[in-house]
C-alpha cells in the first residue's frame, strides 16, 4: 500500500510544470493584458505564461489559468484540455475546484474544435445577477490577417474587423450570445503569446436573426 502511494506522489511530482517565475509580478502583468483585451474587443494583445506547461493548455492558457483560477472558482476543462497533466497541475498550483458540468463553471477551458459544443452549456447568469455567468477561454483558434467577422460594440470605434480561424457556426452561437446582453458569456481567444477579447456586449457582422439562436 506504501508503495503504491509512493509511486502516486512520484507521478503526480512528476506531472507538475514550473509556474511563474515571479508569480505576484507576472500575474500582474497577465491580469493587465486580459483588461486590456476585454476593453478593446477585437484587439490582440501581447500575453504570455511559463515555459514550462502542460501541454493541451500552451503557455498563454497556462498563464491565463495561473492569473484568473483559485480556490473560489470553478473551472471546467473540456475532454481535449483536461487531461491528467492539466488537473494535476490546476489543482496544485490555482486550487481551482473542478467541474464535470460547463454550466457549473465559473471559467470554461476549451478548444476551438470543441466550442460549439460547450458554449450553449454555459452559465449566462440571471436578470438580476448577470455577473454570476462563465468566461470561456477558447484555445487554438490562430489569428489571421484575414477579415473574418466585423465587431462592433462597447470599447470599439465605429467596428473592427477580427480575423481567425473558426468554423461558420461558431459565430453565430457568439452572436446569439450577444442577443442576450445584458445576460451571456464572455469569451477570451487564447493563441501563443497572443489573447483576443471579446465581451457578451460585442456584437458580430453578419446579424444573426433572433429566430436562429
Known amino acids: 500500500m506504501e508503495s ?15 509556474p511563474f517565475e515571479d508569480p505576484v509580478g507576472d500575474a500582474s502583468r497577465m491580469f493587465r493584458a486580459f483588461l486590456t483585451a476585454m476593453s478593446h474587443p477585437g484587439r490582440v494583445v501581447a500575453a504570455f505564461g511559463p515555459g514550462d506547461y502542460p501541454e493541451p493548455l500552451g503557455t498563454t492558457g497556462f498563464g491565463a489559468a495561473l492569473t484568473l483560477l483559485d480556490a473560489d472558482t470553478p473551472v471546467y476543462l473540456s475532454p481535449q484540455i483536461g487531461t491528467a ?19 457549473a463553471a465559473s471559467f470554461a477551458f476549451m478548444t476551438m474544435a470543441e466550442a460549439e459544443t460547450v458554449l450553449p452549456k454555459l452559465s449566462v447568469g440571471t436578470p438580476d445577477y448577470p455577473d454570476r455567468s462563465a468566461t470561456a477561454l477558447i484555445l487554438g483558434g490562430g489569428f489571421t490577417n484575414n477579415d473574418t467577422v466585423r465587431l462592433t460594440g462597447p470599447g470599439i470605434y465605429k467596428y473592427k474587423t477580427l480575423g481567425m480561424n473558426a468554423p ?32 457578451r456586449s460585442t456584437r458580430i457582422d453578419p446579424t444573426i436573426t433572433a429566430e436562429e439562436c
Not at 503504491?4 to 514550473?18: D, G, T
Open 4 to 18: 503504491a502511494l509512493q509511486s502516486r506522489a512520484i507521478q503526480e511530482a512528476s506531472a507538475l510544470c514550473r
Open 168 to 199: 461558420q457556426g461558431f459565430w453565430t452561437h457568439l452572436q446569439c450570445n450577444a442577443d442576450r446582453y445584458p445576460l451571456g458569456f464572455d469569451t477570451v481567444f487564447i493563441a501563443e503569446g497572443e489573447i483576443v477579447g471579446l465581451p
Open 85 to 103: 497533466r492539466t488537473l494535476a497541475n490546476l489543482r496544485f498550483h490555482c486550487g481551482c475546484p473542478i467541474v464535470d458540468e460547463p454550466a
